[in-house]
Each structure stands twice: as structure tokens, then as C-alpha cells.
């Protein structure tokens, strides 16, 4: 069965950093595009960053380039999400998801196989 289990939030000020972590399990963990998503109550959810696991190509939202980075370590299947200089915009539910190589644009939802259940991001002004 597959699983990913997302950790890591937690509420902080507004400048503070905070690093969240996608655990994958149940499926062969290597060649996929693993990115975070969130949502904001009363908004979309949207693509905030992915990683191709096997070659470590990046891709992130421009609302959040030279704050976040995104990040792997395939000997514990475990996506980060490294957030710093934290806004109160960036209050959101973080959900990781992932998918196969093939696709189109990693912001595309619907192609997202597998997600998890989110963990909560809030950022105090």
C-alpha cells in the first residue's frame, strides 16, 4: 500500500523557517516527480515545489523561489521542504504528492497518483 506521510508543521512568527518532510513508502520509491502543494482556506490549492528523484531537477512556485527548497534523501525515501523567511501568506494546509516521470507540467494536480494527508503551516504576523 502506498503511503506518504507528510511532518514538520507548526506555527511560527513571521520571518521564521520551518522544514517539513514527505516519508514515501510501498512503492518503488526512485524515478518519480514528488512535488508539495498547499491550500489557504477559501483558496485553490497550488504548486508550491517539485523534485525529480532520480535526477534532483527542481521546480518551484515564483511566490516562493530563494525562500523554500526542496529537497531528497532517496536512502530514506523522505522529500523535504525546507521554508524560510516565512510570511503569513504562506499560511496553508502542505500536502506532499507524487507521480511518474511521464506527464506534463509538475503543477498539474490531476496527474498526482499518490498524497498525503497535509500538514498544517500557520505564520503569525
Known amino acids: 500500500q502506498v503511503q506518504l506521510v507528510e511532518s514538520g508543521g507548526g506555527s511560527v512568527p513571521a520571518g521564521g523557517s520551518l522544514r517539513l518532510s514527505c516519508a514515501a513508502s510501498?512503492?518503488?520509491?526512485?524515478?518519480?516527480?514528488m512535488a508539495w502543494f498547499r491550500q489557504a482556506p477559501g483558496k485553490q490549492r497550488e504548486g508550491v515545489a517539485a523534485i525529480y528523484t532520480g535526477g534532483g531537477r527542481t521546480y518551484y512556485a515564483d511566490s516562493v523561489k530563494g525562500r523554500f527548497t526542496i529537497s531528497q534523501d532517496n536512502a530514506k525515501n523522505t522529500v523535504y521542504l525546507q521554508m524560510n523567511s516565512l510570511k503569513p501568506e504562506d499560511t496553508a494546509m502542505y500536502y506532499c504528492?507524487?507521480?511518474?516521470?511521464?506527464?506534463?507540467?509538475?503543477?498539474?494536480?490531476?496527474?498526482?497518483?499518490?498524497w498525503g494527508q497535509g500538514t498544517q503551516v500557520t505564520v503569525s504576523s
Open positions: 510501498g512503492y518503488t520509491y526512485s524515478s518519480h516527480l
Open positions: 504528492a507524487a507521480r511518474g516521470l511521464e506527464g506534463g507540467s509538475w503543477r498539474l494536480q490531476y496527474e498526482y497518483d499518490y
